[in-house]
C-alpha cells in the first residue's frame, strides 16, 4: 500500500513540474494586440468625448450624469499626448484641449469658502461640471491633486516646440500649478502629509505614511 502511494505522489509530482515548465499555451498575438488597440482606443474616447470642452473637467463616471473628478482630469492630461502619438487626434487639437485645462486651473478660485475650487494651491476631490466649484461638502484632497499634477507635468514634457506660443503658455502654467501647491501647510503633523481638509472642519486625522494608492 505504501508503494502505491509512494508511486501516485511521484506521478503527480512529475506531472505538476512538467505542467508548470510547459506553462500555458502562448495567447494569439495578433488577437491580443487587436484587443489592446480597442481597450486603448475606446479609454482615449472616454476622456476626448465626455469632457466639458469650455474647462477641461472630466466627468468621474459615465453613462450616469456627474461630477468632475480631479483625479480623472490628470488621467485625460495624459491621455491627449498618447491620442496625438497613436493618431487620434492632431497635436493641435490635443494642445488646445490641455490648453484650456490648465487655464482653468490656473485662474480657478482658490481661496477657504465653501465656493472655491481649491486653495493651497490644492483642489477638491470632485468638482461641478460646469462652474468648476466644490461639489457639495468634499475634501480637499492631497491624492487627488497629487494625480492632476502627474497629468499635468507630463503635458509640460510633452508640449516642448520652442516656436509655438500655445505650447509655451502650456509649459507656464503647468510650472505656475504645480508650484503654487503649499505642501507645507497640508503638514499639519510633519513629516507626513495629511489626507485631506474641509474649510468646515480643517484637517483630516488620517496621513499619508509611505507608498499608498
Keep these: 500500500m505504501r ?5 501516485l505522489a511521484g506521478a ?7 505542467n508548470h515548465a510547459e506553462g500555458p499555451p502562448p495567447p494569439d498575438s495578433a488577437q491580443a494586440a487587436a484587443f489592446l488597440d480597442t481597450v486603448e482606443t475606446r479609454t482615449f474616447h472616454y476622456f476626448w468625448d465626455l469632457t466639458n470642452t469650455a ?8 453613462p450616469t450624469p456627474s461630477f468632475s473628478s480631479i483625479a480623472a482630469v490628470g488621467f485625460g492630461l495624459t491621455a491627449y499626448p498618447i491620442g496625438v502619438e497613436r493618431g487620434y487626434v492632431t497635436r493641435d487639437q490635443a ?11 490656473s485662474t480657478a478660485r482658490q481661496d477657504s469658502t465653501t465656493a472655491a475650487t481649491g486653495y493651497h494651491g490644492f483642489f ?9 466649484a466644490r461639489y457639495q461638502q468634499v475634501e480637499l484632497s492631497t491624492i487627488d491633486t497629487a494625480l492632476l499634477l502627474g497629468g499635468v507635468l507630463f503635458c ?6 520652442p516656436t509655438d506660443a500655445t505650447e509655451a503658455e502650456i509649459r507656464r502654467l ?4 504645480y ?3 503649499d505642501w507645507q501647510w497640508f503638514s499639519p503633523r510633519p513629516p507626513v502629509v495629511s489626507l485631506g481638509w474641509h474649510p468646515e472642519s480643517g484637517f483630516l486625522a488620517y496621513d499619508w505614511r509611505g507608498y499608498s494608492e
Design 55 to 62: 474647462n477641461g473637467l472630466v466627468p468621474d463616471r459615465s
Design 174 to 177: 503647468a510650472d505656475s500649478i
Design 156 to 161: 509640460q514634457s510633452y508640449f516642448t516646440d
Design 12 to 18: 503527480l509530482l512529475a506531472a505538476c513540474s512538467t
Design 3 to 7: 508503494s502505491t502511494v509512494a508511486w
Design 124 to 132: 477638491y476631490h470632485f468638482l461641478d461640471m460646469n462652474s468648476g
Design 179 to 181: 508650484a503654487r501647491a
Design 95 to 105: 494642445r488646445q484641449r490641455v490648453v484650456t485645462t490648465l487655464r482653468f486651473f
